[in-house]
T-cell receptor, first 112, second 115 residues
């Protein structure tokens, strides 16, 4: 079993749709969780951190479910510009406290 | 701030050649890391450093060396390039405190092809 798993997609949704991605992690001691966005042939960029209480940034909402060991990302009112690959990242207890383990990414295409 | 910079952007090597991928950051971050990204495999950690003079292996360290003589620079050396090392290489750094402690910032990447 992979330490961090994501549905690779692709998710093809029409503009204006709501789409949700999940990411499961295997280590219950994980402390920090993030969503990154990666455009084609570009570097990953931090989209948002995921806090225990859940957090929202405009059309994006991130939530953490420690009991079931997954994080989620909800995108409302999808825009064409949201088309990208979304990577989840989890802090791993072994190694450096700053070390992140990444999922393989979920590809989103928003269609006109 | 330039953030995290990487050179070169593209590189083609022949099997057996060696080279160094450069990474620098100007944010005074203590933590730096190297990842490789292959289709369907996500980002895999090669080596990381928690400060100048301190490095450690990640998930896929074989065939790569690193050193960290300064806070700013973290070069990655390919000792004897193999076609299996064809990949996109990303350098990242982090150095915040509190809630942003683990937030990593990535460089633009180096696309390496080994023939």
């Amino acid at each position: 079993r992979k330490e961090v798993e994501q549905d690779p997609g692709p998710f093809n949704v029409p503009e204006g749709a709501t789409v949700a991605f999940n990411c499961t992690y295997s280590n219950s001691a994980s402390q920090s969780f993030f969503w990154y966005r990666q455009d084609c042939r570009k570097e990953p960029k931090l989209l948002m951190s995921v806090y225990s209480s859940g957090n929202e940034d405009g059309r994006f909402t991130a939530q953490l479910n420690r009991a079931s060991q997954y994080i989620s990302l909800l995108i409302r009112d999808s825009k064409l510009s949201d088309s990208a690959t979304y990577l989840c990242a989890v802090n791993w207890a072994s190694g450096s406290a700053r070390q992140l383990t990444f999922g393989s990414g979920t590809q989103l295409t928003v269609l006109p | 701030n330039a953030g995290v910079t990487q050179t070169p952007k593209f590189q083609v090597l022949k099997t057996g050649q060696s080279m160094t991928l450069q990474c620098a950051q100007d944010m005074n971050h203590e933590y730096m890391s190297w990842y490789r990204q292959d289709p369907g495999m996500g980002l895999r950690l090669i080596h990381y450093s928690v400060g100048a003079g301190i490095t450690d292996q990640g998930e896929v360290p074989n065939g790569y060396n690193v050193s960290r003589s300064t806070t700013e620079d973290f070069p990655l050396r390919l000792l004897s390039a193999a076609p299996s090392q064809t990949s996109v290489y990303f350098c990242a750094s982090s150095g915040g405190t509190g809630r942003i402690y683990n937030e990593q910032f990535f460089g633009p990447g180096t696309r390496l092809t080994v023939l």
